[in-house]
């Protein structure tokens, strides 16, 4: 899954533009320039019936977009789900990288990290909290 939601959100429009490759999971390389997004699979929860697993995922999955403004942060978090709309990952069901996926905005935050040095002295960061569903398609 995690190769897979990485590959769609480098394809989205605007944002190899934006970021170039640096999309990553669970990591941001000492260094790398901004702005940058890193990815965060807080929980995933396999979901059951009666008889079995489903073969549905949950996952809960921050997106940390990092950027030297406050605008370019926040801009490239609304490239990927605009507030208030189904865009996006906001909303998005389709199938891709071998999976299904069912992808939901359930918060989003902006904040100002000092401790992150830059040559500015302050990094900015808006933060996605996706409700991510998945499905390994057969064969897959």
């Known amino acids: 899954m995690e190769e897979a939601l990485r ?20 990591l941001s390389p000492q260094g790398r ?3 940058s997004v890193v990815l965060w699979n807080i929980s995933a929860i396999q979901k059951m019936n009666l ?7 949950r996952s809960h999955v921050q997106i940390d977009t990092w950027g030297t403004t406050f605008k370019q942060a926040r801009d490239i978090a609304d490239i990927m789900a605009p507030s208030g709309r189904k865009a996006g990952l906001n ?11 069912r992808i939901f905005v359930i918060d989003r935050d902006a904040s ?4 992150q040095a830059v040559s500015s002295g302050v990094v900015h960061r808006a933060r996605l909290d996706l409700d991510v569903w998945h499905s390994k398609l057969s064969g897959a």
Do not use: K
Request: hydrophobic share 45%.
């Open 7 to 26: 590959a769609y959100i480098l394809a989205m429009a605007g944002i190899s533009t934006a970021v170039a490759t640096r999309v990553d999971w669970g």
């Open 51 to 57: 008889a079995a697993p489903s073969g549905w995922v």
């Open 33 to 35: 320039p901004y702005p």
């Open 112 to 115: 100002t990290d000092e401790d």
């Open 91 to 101: 909303g998005l069901r389709a199938t891709f990288g071998g999976y299904r996926f």
